[in-house]
């Protein structure tokens, strides 16, 4: 397993279109969570999976977002009329339940720019 | 809502010196981690911690749960250049896997 993967890297789009980011967690990780960091800011919960249930979601997570986990595997992220402050590293990552095999892992994140 | 206090905000040190960086918070936390993160890199676990007054060390680096679960500290001994990132304290309130991160702690190391 090569750890949590992000996909794209970077993505620059226009204010007004609709991104979609995924995640890939690492396989045994029934949780997945995104959460969004802007420069010089540590990085702000957004919401949670728990195999495909989404469990919690933060205020943060406006009615533009959506985040989808359909077969408990892999994970997407979609914005809907993207504004210059969605701007930011939106990061996923994955853990087992609390204890020794947490394992709390982070993907390197997309980097969304809105021009 | 819930926050974490972490200092020192920035630190510009000597190679081989040690460092010391802490987190606090006015909320009970079940797990605290350490993280660092590299520009245009997402954070990577350095040390996590599950029990009240737990010590742990990974290499030079050494992290303790406080007692009050309201507090933890990380230590890097003999500081090297690639030690060079921002560190990160996060808290995990009850079992939801939610975490509360603090500010960062920019570390630079002068050769």
């Known amino acids: 397993d090569t750890g949590v993967s992000q996909d794209p890297r970077h993505k620059i789009t226009k204010r007004g279109q609709n991104v979609t980011f995924r995640c890939d967690p690492i396989s045994e990780h029934n949780r997945l969570y995104w959460y969004r960091q802007t420069l010089g800011q540590g990085p702000e919960f957004l919401t949670y999976f728990q195999n495909e249930a989404q469990l919690e979601k933060s205020r943060l997570l406006s009615d533009r977002f959506s985040a989808e986990r359909p077969k408990g595997s892999f994970s997407t992220l979609e914005i809907q009329r993207t504004e210059q402050g969605d701007s930011a590293m939106y990061l996923c990552?994955?853990?087992?339940?609390?204890?020794?095999?947490?394992?709390?892992?982070f993907g390197s994140g997309t980097r969304l720019t809105v021009v | 809502g819930q926050q974490l206090n972490q200092s020192p905000q920035s630190m510009f040190i000597q190679e081989g010196e040690d460092v010391s960086m802490n987190c606090t918070s006015s909320?009970?936390?079940?797990?605290w981690l350490w993280y660092k993160q590299d520009p245009g890199e997402g954070p990577v676990l350095l040390i996590a911690l599950y029990k009240a007054g737990e010590l742990t060390s990974n290499g030079r680096l050494t992290a303790q749960f406080g007692i009050t679960r309201k507090d933890s500290f990380l230590n890097i001994s003999a500081s090297i250049p690639s030690d060079v990132g921002i560190y990160f304290c996060?808290?995990?309130?009850?079992?939801?896997?939610?975490?509360?991160f603090g500010q960062g702690t920019t570390l630079q190391v002068k050769p």
């Open positions: 909320s009970i936390f079940n797990t």
């Open positions: 996060a808290g995990q309130l009850g079992n939801t896997g939610k975490l509360i």
């Open positions: 990552a994955s853990s087992g339940l609390v204890g020794p095999n947490y394992g709390y892992t």
